[in-house]
């Protein structure tokens, strides 16, 4: 199975990081700052904050937690920070769903 990565620059507006159709990959902040991850409508605060990411940290949900995140093979995880930018790379592992 192949490994594919991706470094993103995170700004202060939603930004697409991985697809669903990714059921296995790990996240990590590689910034000094803190990126919120979550859906479309991802923010930094209020009802709609993200999963707080912090510098250095990983995420990596495992295989059926991500197919389920949205319940949708066609969904999207987003990224946003409160301000400036932040580099987040993506580790892809195995192969997509589609």
Known sequence: MANRH???SVGTSAT???GTEFPNFIIQNKSGATVYIGGSNVSTSG??????L??????????EASKSLTGS????LYGI???STANVTVLVK?????
């Open 47 to 52: 009802v709609t904050a993200g999963f707080q």
């Open 6 to 8: 991706s470094t993103v």
């Open 54 to 63: 912090v510098d250095g940290a990983t995420f990596e949900p495992g295989v």
């Open 16 to 18: 697409v990081l991985t």
């Open 81 to 83: 920070v409160a301000s």
């Open 94 to 98: 195995g192969k997509v769903l589609s």
């Open 73 to 76: 093979t066609s969904d999207r």
